[in-house]
């Protein structure tokens, strides 16, 4: 479930990249940039905060 939710986030954040360069919009860019990288470390994110519950 987790890598199907990253790969649409990574996905859409590449169309907002492309489509936010095409049209000189900054904005969309940054949005964009933030939703490639939260959804490219999604996983280890996601792995991270269950060993650290775990630890305790």
């Known amino acids: ?3 199907k939710i990253s790969f649409v986030l990574e ?3 590449l169309i907002g990249l492309i489509y936010g360069y095409t049209k000189k919009n900054r ?3 940054l949005i964009s940039a933030l939703v490639l990288w939260f959804g490219g470390s ?3 994110f ?3 905060f269950i ?3 775990h630890a305790h």
Do not use: A, R
Request: charged content about 15%.
């Open 1 to 3: 479930m987790q890598n």
């Open 51 to 53: 060993d650290g519950m």
């Open 27 to 29: 904005n969309i860019m």
């Open 46 to 48: 996601v792995k991270g």
């Open 11 to 13: 996905s859409l954040g």
């Open 42 to 44: 999604l996983n280890d």
